[in-house]
């Protein structure tokens, strides 16, 4: 089956950019969305077609997909950006999320 | 308002059965098509299940096939997922989240709030 890599945790200071990887067998050849999620509350999609954002979601958020590795990239790290993001693709009738990656801004 | 709103969740033994549903409202319902994603106590999200808007697709992940179904009432804007020979990693909180086609890809757009179902004796 497939899988989807991400590492566990990431921490970036204030204003910094914070790059959080996903990994997984020619995953450049799909489309990838990333999901913030925030202690106690429901995942919110921050970037879907690998690169695009929804309405409302700011532009410090952009994504990339290339090879086996796509990437949430956020520019000027706020304390509002600390959360857990997950990676999501479509593989064989199977949508795979990642494991996450926990988002430290100190 | 766009929302999805998750019912049915509760505490059952292992091997016991329940009926998750999720009510729909502020969008055409019939539209989309809709899946089922659970997150176990401080774990990640796993996606369960697949239904594609008029019933004529079904996806599962294999920690649930044969044990778990997913259903729609589109009359009622209604999902629903039959849950059959509970386990106790069947614990976790249960989302509901609506699947939108942006450009040419899907993402999941909407999500309700989640019903905690736990497996315990």
């Known amino acids: 089956s497939y899988e989807l890599t991400q590492p566990p945790s990431v921490s970036v200071s204030p204003g910094q950019t914070a790059s959080i990887t996903c990994s997984g067998d020619?995953?450049?050849?799909?489309?990838v969305c990333w999901y913030q999620q925030k202690p106690g509350q429901s995942p919110v999609l921050v970037i879907y077609?690998?690169?695009k954002r929804p309405s409302g979601i700011p532009e410090r958020f952009s994504g990339s997909n290339s090879g086996n590795t796509a990437t949430l990239t956020i520019s000027g790290t706020q304390a509002m950006d600390e959360a857990d993001y997950y990676c999501?693709?479509?593989?064989?009738?199977?949508?795979?999320f990642g494991g996450g990656t926990k988002l430290t801004v100190l | 308002e766009v929302q999805l709103v998750e019912s049915g969740g509760g505490l059952v033994q292992p091997g016991g059965s329940l009926r998750l549903s999720c009510a729909a409202s502020?969008?055409?319902?019939?539209?989309?098509?809709m899946n089922w994603v659970r997150q176990a106590p401080g774990k990640g999200l796993e996606w369960v299940s697949y239904?594609?808007?008029?019933?004529?697709?079904?996806y599962y992940a294999d920690s649930v096939k044969g044990r778990f179904t997913i259903s729609r009432d589109n009359a009622k804007n209604s999902l629903f997922l039959q849950m059959n020979s509970l386990r106790d990693e069947d614990t976790a909180v249960y989302f509901c989240?609506?699947?939108?086609?942006?450009?040419?890809?899907?993402?999941?757009?909407?999500w309700g709030q989640g019903t905690v179902v736990t497996v315990s004796s």
């Open positions: 077609e690998d690169r």
């Open positions: 502020g969008f055409t319902f019939s539209d989309y098509r």
């Open positions: 020619k995953l450049g050849d799909k489309y």
């Open positions: 989240a609506r699947e939108t086609r942006i450009l040419t890809s899907d993402a999941f757009d909407i």
């Open positions: 999501q693709a479509w593989d064989s009738s199977v949508w795979v």
């Open positions: 239904i594609s808007s008029g019933s004529e697709s079904v």
